[in-house]
């Protein structure tokens, strides 16, 4: 069986390792995989150091996306956490013998689309009871592991063998595939195709062993029970159906199909004699033989049979389970290196003519009809080439395939309609918001709006992400308050979305800054010491109440601070502009097209997150230059720091009870009847719904009051800046890249962190490898 050479995670970050030229090379790829646009790679050295020279012939994500598993010829498997700031190990063994399988023991309850909604997923599911991460493995001489985490990178196993294979002396550590047999110690029923799936809470598990003399496939049912107090744990493997093939016929790749029967697709191929040529010369007489490889796609299906037996007492009725060929699909002169199914069910093939062909749809996204192929029921979506097709995976919502050749060389591919219907714009919808549910990266999705856009040169994205958001905040009415998290989600989808439209930088600025509310609201909230009685009296505006901070987050408070004073002249300065420029007066009617950034101030959520922020500052100033505390990281930068406070509490850059006086003035004007979600006003960032003359008259009591009259002829207020730190990014300053909303971010957990007066704050060593918007940088 070939090994894998691909695998891709539900956050879009796709690992490939060719078999040419180097087998050891394992590269990391993320970006924009679908448009071309974003492309990293880069080489992840630690994988590489650990399998040194072996060749890796498994690749897997977990279902998560946080963890990933690497397996070499000779048997060393390793898991790597991969959410972190840097790639980790954080567990690995050594099988001592090449693997056949591997399949983890997912327990995450996703959300599914039936029909036109979409329902969590049920319970019946195998799932480690002590911890997170769980897995099977399958060796080629038959003996199953189950690996399971108790605590960190503490794992405990438990084994068992299948019956109908042999144990010889398979615990040698250098028994790599190939030297166990240059040693003379290769068992003969060596399994060379195994496929592993889960149904409910039985794993199945179908093999083949390639030098047996009998060509069969043998299909078992695993049962596992964890250990308990009393108990060990124990696997009940169980033969429930075996299929004798052609002898001619070898098989070459297999695969379940996914659903709730049991249902497996054989790919299998053999020479074929078409002509034989009687050549007589003068001594002897030669046979010349005109051989062409023939393969077939075999698909079976587990099925229930009634047996029955006569005897003089009576009749003994049985059922066993058998299965049965219910379609054999034949290919000329190519050999099958690739068979892999969608979720729903639908086949791909690689041949090794460089083709790749895709069974036609008649649901979802993907396409049904299109260049022909070698049967009815497929459409080629990858053209021959010289070059063998080695592996192919599905995006992560399976509207493009990513293949490999055997080369090395890599492609993409789109499996979808060219046009789409209403219906399946609707499945699109649905597919976003189940992005949204499931914490799935959406970049294939987003990708498939751009190009609709441009085929039907209407702009329907707009359209789209309000639908989207609708429903998804539909699904959060009942929360009495929205986590973080779901917000950070919503806020990510429509920035990605339209970070790809030059024509919607407005409203990407716009929803980039306001996602920073919540989460320094968040910051300053985890910051306070205080109970949370107190906090509520000081948001209602107590003056009784007198907060108290945690000295170590203090310097990091000064950060989004001065971020909160530098976005509040910004948004104070675009506001002046547009209501009451003198210079470039700005029509009525242009006012209610036109996006502009001033929206921010009438945008309910990010206002009320604003008003909080600005009473939290006070509190915080106050404390941080008068009360009595001392600095645990850097104590030496104390002074600086009530200096700067003292400062900022002598002469604030913003006259903060002003702009809460005219946040509240602008909670009392009618409510905008177009806003359909919290996200809409920001999505369309236009003042259509609202009255110009009113607006005015609010700011002009307000006008220079708030700040000083200088910040209206200022260019550039809000520079470019850090979106998790809030620092400001220099022309020359090395930066990752977040790979869904495309902003740039400062290196984290480097050695100039530890000269950071701000670094002590628990926010500030929490951070990760995602960004604010939910996406990942690399």
């Known amino acids: 069986q070939a090994p894998q050479a691909l695998s891709i995670s539900k956050q879009n970050i796709l690992v490939s390792v060719p078999s040419e030229p180097i087998p050891s090379q394992v590269n990391w790829i993320t970006g924009n995989l679908y448009n071309y646009a974003l492309i990293q790679k880069r080489r992840i050295e630690l994988i590489e150091n650990f399998h040194k020279q072996c060749a890796i012939t498994h690749l897997q994500w977990n279902k998560k996306g946080n963890t990933f598993a690497s397996i070499d010829e000779t048997g060393q498997l390793a898991l790597w956490q991969i959410q972190g700031p840097v790639d980790k190990l954080l567990y690995n063994t050594h099988l001592k013998q090449p693997l056949a399988a591997f399949h983890w023991l997912d327990a995450e309850r996703e959300y599914v689309s039936d029909q036109d909604k979409l329902v969590r997923e049920s319970m019946n599911c195998l799932k480690n009871p002590f911890g997170h991460l769980g897995f099977i493995t399958i060796t080629v001489h038959g003996e199953i592991t189950v690996h399971y985490q108790r605590n960190g990178a503490i794992f405990s196993s438990f084994s068992a063998h299948i019956p109908s294979t042999g144990r010889r002396d398979i615990r040698r550590s250098d028994a790599s595939c190939y030297s166990m047999s240059l040693s003379g110690i290769d068992d003969w029923q060596r399994i060379s195709h195994a496929a592993i799936t889960s149904i409910d809470n039985t794993i199945y598990l179908a093999t083949h062993s390639v030098s047996c003399q009998t060509k069969e496939i043998q299909l078992y049912s695993l049962d596992i029970k964890f250990p308990t107090v009393d108990k060990k744990g124990a696997i009940r493997r169980k033969r429930i159906a075996n299929v004798c093939l052609l002898e001619k016929a070898h098989v070459t790749q297999m695969a379940f199909k996914t659903g709730v029967n049991l249902e497996l697709y054989l790919g299998l191929g053999g020479r074929v004699d078409n002509t034989l040529e009687r050549c007589i010369t003068k001594y002897t007489t030669i046979e010349k033989s005109d051989q062409t490889f023939k393969s077939y796609i075999q698909h079976w299906e587990l099925s229930t049979v009634d047996q029955s037996l006569n005897l003089s007492i009576g009749t003994i009725s049985a059922k066993h389970a058998t299965l049965s060929l219910t379609s054999e699909t034949p290919i000329d002169d190519k050999f099958i290196t690739c068979l892999k199914c969608t979720q729903d069910g639908n086949l791909v093939v690689g041949l090794s003519d460089g083709s790749i062909h895709l069974e036609i749809s008649n649901h979802g996204l993907l396409k049904s009809n299109e260049t022909p192929s070698f049967d009815s029921r497929f459409w080629c979506v990858v053209q021959p080439k010289k070059d063998t097709i080695s592996d192919i995976v599905f995006s992560v919502n399976e509207t493009h395939i990513v293949y490999m050749y055997a080369s090395g060389k890599m492609g993409v591919a789109r499996i979808t309609n060219d046009a789409l219907n209403e219906q399946q714009v609707k499945h699109l919808r649905l597919k976003l918001v189940q992005c949204l549910l499931n914490n799935t990266d959406s970049t294939d999705l987003i990708s498939e709006v751009v190009r609709i856009s441009k085929v039907s040169k209407t702009d329907i994205s707009l359209e789209i992400m309000q639908d989207v958001l609708r429903m998804y905040e539909q699904h959060h009415e009942g929360d009495e308050e929205w986590s973080l998290g779901a917000l950070q989600k919503g806020y990510g989808l429509a920035l990605a979305t339209f970070n790809e439209f030059p024509t919607k930088h407005v409203q990407s600025t716009n929803l980039s800054r306001a996602v920073q509310l919540p989460i320094i609201l968040d910051s300053f909230i985890a910051s306070c010491t205080s109970n949370y009685e107190d906090i509520e009296k000081a948001l209602s505006k107590e003056t009784s109440v ?184 220099g022309d020359h300053v090395k930066t990752h890249l977040c790979i869904r909303c495309h902003q740039h971010i400062l290196p984290v957990h480097t050695e100039s962190d530890l000269l950071d007066p701000s670094s002590s704050a628990s926010w500030y060593q929490s951070l990760g490898r995602r960004c604010v918007c939910g996406g990942v940088f690399v």
């Open 546 to 729: 007198h907060l108290e901070f945690d000295p170590n987050s203090l310097w990091s408070l000064v950060i989004l601070t001065t971020w909160i004073f530098d976005f509040l002249k910004w948004i104070l300065h675009e506001w002046n502009i547009l209501l009451h420029s003198e210079k470039h007066p700005i029509s009525e009617e242009m006012m209610y097209q036109k996006p502009v950034h001033a929206v921010l101030f009438l945008h309910k959520e990010s206002r009320d997150y604003l008003k909080k922020i600005l009473t939290f500052i006070p509190h915080f100033i106050t404390f941080a230059s008068s009360a009595t505390y001392q600095l645990d990281h850097l104590p030496e930068s104390q002074a600086l720091l009530q200096q700067y406070t003292d400062n900022l509490q002598k002469e604030p850059p913003v006259a903060i009870n002003q702009v809460i006086d005219l946040l509240n003035d602008l909670n009392h004007l009618e409510a905008n009847t177009k806003v359909s979600n919290r996200w809409s006003l920001l999505l369309t960032s236009t003042l259509q719904g609202y009255s110009i003359p009113k607006l005015q008259q609010v700011s002009l009591k307000y006008k220079d009051k708030c700040v000083k009259p200088c910040i209206y002829i200022e260019k550039e207020i809000l520079a470019k800046y850090d979106p998790i730190r809030k620092r400001s990014l």
